[in-house]
């Protein structure tokens, strides 16, 4: 069954993942290679580009379309936590409500950059919810877990994925959580 990659694709065009993995990071690949799911799409863009609101303007395609994959940290009697969390790009991550409950700690905060980057094995700007260590909650906004496309990142800044919420909802550990994004 194929999705319809237009809406959030804007001009770009976009091809099955499955026949293009070179576009991505090794652990999204890895995922893609599993799932073997061709309603995963995927693009190249400018590397430059990577960032949300450039990629939207840039590639017309509309932010309320793109989702946003962030890594949340928080420690618990010494153990370090990581949840992912996504989100539609027009909203914010509840870190310090609804993902500090779900992790168990006292204060969840945004990984540093660099832990989150080593911890994922992809890029600054790609981080995206397929590939991720298999222990962490992938938390996914019910607003994406319903959508029919969203862009999300690669695992690499020149490249983008256009997924259905419904895979992403799917993804083994994913939690649907109302109220994710405020």
């Not at 001009?11 to 073997?36: N, Y």
């Not at 799409?41 to 580009?49: C, N, Q, S, T």
């Not at 020149?158 to 939690?175: F, T």
Request: aromatic share 4%.
């Amino acid at each position: 069954m194929r999705t319809d990659w237009t809406d959030a694709a804007g001009t770009l065009d976009v091809a099955p993942a499955l026949q293009h993995l070179d576009l991505l990071a090794d652990p999204v690949a890895e995922r893609v290679r599993q799932l073997a799911d061709e309603r995963i799409g995927v693009v190249a863009i400018d590397p430059e580009l990577a960032d949300t609101a450039d990629f939207c303007a840039r590639y017309a395609s509309p932010p309320e379309l793109s989702a946003n994959c962030v890594v949340v940290a928080g420690k618990r009697s010494g153990e370090l936590r990581h949840a992912s969390c996504t989100v539609l790009s027009t909203t914010r991550t509840d870190v310090n409500g609804l993902v500090k409950r779900r992790l168990d700690v006292r204060k969840a905060s945004f990984a540093p950059m660099d832990d989150a980057v080593r911890l994922t094995g992809m890029e600054r700007g790609g981080i995206t919810p397929l590939g991720l260590p298999g222990e962490w909650p992938l938390l996914i906004d019910e607003r994406v877990a319903r959508g029919a496309a969203f862009v999300v990142g690669s695992g690499l800044r020149r490249s983008k994925l256009i997924v259905p919420g419904a895979v992403l909802a799917e993804l083994p550990g994913a939690e649907v959580r109302t109220d994710l994004g405020r």
